[in-house]
């Protein structure tokens, strides 16, 4: 879909479907109609004002009420969406009013559609934010996965061309065009995450990613490594391999970098977990538990994605991003519990658990970048139930070992739209993972603090760099649609990426 922005005003522009907004009110009895809204109303002499109170619209967040114009204006409907109340009305807002505004336009069969900015009058957001808020949620609400769908059951296309954003303020365009622009870039890498984990494990394996990874790269002008299972043995990545030597799946570990043109202001390393299917291993998954793991790539989608966003984003610091791909399968040649392996950093690992495979591929990736010393590590990885029972998908769980770091990725990421919430690592729970034979265990206490069980080990190879773990398990996959797109696999943790790169550093 298209945005483009008219100086124009809303009711002379030709449309299909003419978007406009309402704050909730108790009453709708004497309500004054404003801005956009206030001025339809008045190109049409007074319906809108008239229908919202036969219908008892209220103007609830999300909520949609369509209206045929009879040519009275150019726009052929109008739909009027709810902002919610005035005094909560924030950006989360406008994600729901622009997701349930453009839902209703497809609906509605629109090839072109025109909006206003939703709620810049407030005072309450900024023009450039609003704009980008309103492209990304915008395209990837429409989102549609169709790859496999054979031709004559493919429902014939019902897709809007075109997405107009009116605004007269001349002063006002310059912000919204650079808002449009980047809130295309950002929701292109996310659709690129999520097609990256609906494709599915028997063709998203490691080797692919690599590939993918390599388009990435030349795209952007990138520096790119893919090291192979002969040239992580020599790197000594013990752990990683371990978790490889079960799958018939060459794995793949994969080193992007971005250098900006001046200095960079910092370095940092990003590393997503890129199991392309866990099965648990030897300690097998039930199968429901199984359905979805073909999402268990979701960290390394994200980063892979996040990079997919350099050339035209150009932020001023330098990044490394770390993917350490492979299956996670039983087999004869598979690790088992109770082997004992020692990782690249050289801390010997008890695997009690093989289905904690994501915290010991980790173990190597961080390792390996460590080396480079960044001074910023974000991992981002579907590492544990516990952590889905815990925060659902509504949440990620954010872990650290440096709190000004991880506040700033918490802002970045719940203003994006992508909630973080922090779960605390104590000394106490750093005690878990001691092994009798080996440095550490790869699992915890049964049952408890799952989550944390994860984040304390993959600290023990961050070497004292500020580091922040952000356990996507819940959000990488949604059961029910959102303002975001269907259900399944969100492509969760570019939007927080790209926002911290490009406006935390
Ligand atoms: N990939 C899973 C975590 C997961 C669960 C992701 C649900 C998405 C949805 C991870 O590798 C795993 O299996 N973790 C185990 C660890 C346990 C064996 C210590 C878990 O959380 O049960
Ligand atoms: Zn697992
Ligand atoms: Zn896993």
Wanted: proline fraction near 4%.
């Amino acid at each position: 879909m298209k945005i483009i922005l008219k100086n124009q005003k809303l009711e002379n522009i030709p449309c299909d479907v003419l978007i406009i907004n309402l704050f909730e009110v108790e009453s709708r009895h004497g309500v004054t109609l404003r801005g956009g809204t206030g001025a339809v109303n008045l190109a049409l002499d007074g319906l809108i004002k008239k229908i919202i109170k036969e219908e008892d619209f209220k103007g609830k967040i999300g909520s949609t009420l369509t209206i045929r114009t009879n040519g009275s204006i150019p726009a052929k409907k109008v739909i009027i969406v709810g902002l919610g109340e005035k005094e909560k009305f924030d950006l989360n807002a406008v994600r729901k009013a622009s997701a349930a505004a453009i839902r209703t336009a497809k609906r509605e069969k629109a090839k072109t559609a025109c909006t206003i900015l939703h709620g810049v009058g407030t005072g309450k957001i900024d023009t450039k934010d609003a704009a980008q808020t309103l492209t990304e949620v915008s395209q990837l609400a429409i989102y549609e996965f169709d790859k496999f769908k054979s031709k004559d059951k493919k429902e014939p296309k019902k897709e809007i061309q075109t997405l107009i954003i009116a605004e007269t303020d001349k002063s006002k365009l310059k912000d919204i065009e650079a808002g449009v622009k980047k809130g295309n870039i950002v929701a292109k890498a996310q659709a690129l995450a999520r097609d990256m984990v609906t494709e599915s494990a028997i063709t998203m394996t490691p080797t692919k990613i690599a590939n993918i990874a390599r388009k990435v790269a030349k795209e952007n002008k990138l520096k790119i490594k893919v090291l192979d299972r002969e040239a992580c043995e020599k790197l000594g990545m013990g752990a990683f391999l371990a978790v490889a030597q079960g799958s018939n799946e060459p794995p793949k570990f994969i080193e992007i970098k971005y250098t900006p043109k001046g200095k960079p202001k910092k370095h940092i390393a990003i590393v997503g977990k890129g199991i392309t299917f866990d099965s648990g291993g030897l300690s097998l998954k039930p199968a429901n538990s199984m359905e979805t793991m073909k999402d268990d790539m979701s960290g390394s989608a994200a980063v892979i994605g996040t990079m997919s966003t350099m050339r035209e984003l150009q932020p001023d610091v330098a990044v490394t991003m770390i993917v350490a791909a492979t299956e996670n399968m039983p087999g004869g040649k598979a690790y088992r519990p109770g082997d004992v392996i020692r990782s690249m950093a050289g801390k010997t690992i008890e695997v009690l658990n093989t289905d904690a495979e994501g915290r010991v591929t980790l173990a190597d990736a961080v390792s390996y970048v460590v080396k480079q010393k960044p001074d910023e590590i974000i991992d981002l990885a579907t590492l544990t139930g516990a952590c889905v029972v815990a925060l659902g998908d509504t949440a990620n769980g954010v872990m650290t070992n440096n709190q000004e770091l991880a506040d700033k990725i918490i802002r970045a990421g719940n203003e994006a739209g992508e909630r973080m919430w922090q779960l605390p690592l104590f000394d106490e729970d750093r005690e878990k993972i001691k092994s009798d034979i080996a440095d550490m265990i790869n699992t915890g206490s049964k049952g408890k603090s799952g989550a944390q069980n994860g984040a304390v080990f993959i600290e023990k190879f961050v070497a004292d760099i500020p580091w922040v773990h952000i356990d996507i398990a819940g959000p990488s996959w949604i059961d029910k649609e959102n303002e975001y797109g269907p259900k399944g696999p969100t492509g969760v943790g570019v939007r927080t990426l790209v926002n911290y790169l490009t406006n935390y550093v």
